[in-house]
């Protein structure tokens, strides 16, 4: 009788073991992940041909990284591991920005395949970005476009938007969405219109 006892008090052990396992696997944290939307205005139809842009967007291998980053004071940095982007950052403002610009000059084919001679193209270098402790996401960047048979035209934009305190993690990547928009109309304005533009042109 005493060795069934035995095998039933480790048959117990071992659920409480698992059961034990389990209750921890069930409280992990999980990962929440969170994307880059272009916010512009839908691109109107346009006939005829399009300019081809290429876009390629930089940043920092200590800023290109998946998780959140939210400066809780001036001097400390918090890497939410937990809440990440979809994605590398520069992967987010490259496809967000390019749909941004789309919509903004419907003339423009970004990143299609669209390209060769005639194309221009726009590098993007991001310095800045970051939620600071006053609830604002920062955006810094500088570009350079290069357009065929005129001198590269050079730009820098310092960016913020308020994040919203009642919108939890996805208002900070609505909050960088804005950032994008305001980048994309700064570099809307220094672009050209494309040569089949009857109405304007530089």
Do not use: K
């Not at 809780?72 to 990440?84: K, T």
């Not at 009642?166 to 969405?177: D, K, R």
């Amino acid at each position: 009788m005493r060795p069934a006892r035995r095998r039933g008090g480790t048959a117990a052990r071992h659920a409480l073991v698992l059961s034990a396992a389990l209750a921890g696997a069930c409280a992990a944290p999980r990962d929440h992940f969170y994307t880059l939307q272009a916010l512009g205005p839908g691109a109107a139809e346009r006939a005829g041909a399009r300019t081809g842009v290429t876009l390629h967007v930089h940043l920092p291998p200590a800023l290109d990284r998946a998780p959140l980053v939210v400066h809780v004071s001036a001097e400390e940095v918090l890497v939410l591991e937990h809440e990440r982007w979809l994605g590398l950052p520069s992967e987010q403002i490259e496809s967000a920005l390019a749909r941004d610009l789309e919509a903004r000059r419907p003339g423009l084919w970004v990143n299609g395949r669209v390209g060769g001679e005639g194309a221009w193209d726009i590098e993007i270098d991001v310095a800045r970005m970051s939620v600071d402790a006053d609830h604002q996401a920062r955006l810094e960047a500088r570009w350079r476009i290069i357009l065929p048979g005129e001198p590269d035209r050079l730009g820098e934009a310092a960016l913020s938007e308020p994040v919203s305190s009642a919108g939890g993690y996805p208002a900070i990547a609505l909050a960088f969405s804005r950032d994008v928009g305001a980048l994309a109309d700064r570099l809307a304005a220094s672009l050209p219109h494309p040569p089949d533009n009857p109405h304007g042109g530089r």
